[in-house]
């Protein structure tokens, strides 16, 4: 079992940034990827962005390149998103997720934190 909290949401102007963290617990040798996906009202749900938590080999939302950077702090089971130039369609419930699998497939999500950007 893997357990994930996120923090770090909230509301920001339009152009502001936001660091959102997630912070693993439990079985977390077990992990080969983080996650952050993200979820709109009326939206599916769109992966953000991806480390491999091993070597920080990083993946990006065509949406989110060059505003996001994700980075990991092994040392403390810590995964962050840098948000810079937030626009308000990066409004959404922020999720963190962890792939045990090693296939990208997410069993273990966290709760969600909320961002919002006005206009």
């Known amino acids: 079992q893997v357990q994930l909290v996120e923090s770090g949401g909230g509301l920001v102007q339009a152009g502001g940034s936001l660091r959102l963290s997630c912070a693993a617990s439990g079985r977390t040798f077990s992990i080969y990827y983080l996650g952050w996906y993200r979820q709109a009202p009326g939206k599916g749900r769109e992966n953000v962005a991806r480390i491999n938590w091993s070597v920080g080999s990083t993946y990006y939302a065509d949406s989110v390149k060059g505003r996001f950077t994700i980075s990991r702090d092994k040392a403390n089971n810590t995964m962050y998103l840098q948000m810079n130039s937030l626009k308000p369609e990066d409004t959404a419930v922020y999720y963190c997720?962890?792939?045990?699998?090693?296939?990208?497939?997410?069993?273990?999500w966290g709760q969600g934190t909320q961002v919002t950007v006005s206009s």
């Open positions: 997720a962890a792939d045990t699998t090693g296939r990208l497939q997410y069993p273990y």
